[in-house]
C-alpha cells in the first residue's frame, strides 16, 4: 500500500458521514429548542463530529494522518455550503465550519499518535 496516496474514498465517506452525525443530532434540537438554540450546540457538534471521523478515517492509514483529518473537515464543510447554497451565516456557524476543520486535524493527529508500525 502506497503510504503517501490520499484515501480520497475514505476521506469522502468521513466528510458526508460527519456531516450527517451533525444533521442527526440538530434536528432533534431544533425540534425541541428552537432555532436559537442551535447557535449554542452546532459549533461543539461539528467539532465531535469530525473529530470522530477524522480518526476513523486515519487510523488505518501509515501515514500523512492529520492531512487525511484536515480534508474530512474540509469535506464537510464543502457540503455545508452546497446545501446552504453559500447564502450568509450566523457567525457562529462559521465558526462551526472552522470547528470541522481543527476536529478532522485533531482526530487525524490522535490517530497518528496510536499508529504502531507493524
Known amino acids: 500500500m502506497d503510504a503517501t496516496r490520499v484515501r480520497w474514498l475514505r476521506v469522502l465517506i468521513g466528510g458526508v458521514l460527519a456531516e450527517a452525525a451533525v444533521f442527526v443530532v440538530v434536528i432533534p434540537v431544533y425540534r425541541l429548542s428552537g432555532e436559537h438554540a442551535l447557535l449554542f450546540v452546532v459549533p461543539p457538534t461539528c467539532l465531535v463530529a469530525c473529530f470522530a471521523f477524522g480518526l476513523w478515517v486515519a487510523r488505518p492509514l501509515e501515514s500523512r494522518f492529520v492531512f487525511h483529518g484536515i480534508l474530512v ?46
Request: no cysteine; aromatic share 6%.
Open 73 to 118: 473537515g474540509v469535506v464537510a464543510t464543502l457540503l455545508y455550503v452546497a446545501m446552504t447554497a453559500a447564502r450568509p451565516e450566523p457567525v457562529a456557524y462559521l465558526v462551526a465550519n472552522g470547528l470541522k476543520i481543527v476536529g478532522g486535524a485533531a482526530g487525524g493527529l490522535v490517530a497518528g499518535r496510536r499508529y504502531r508500525p507493524p
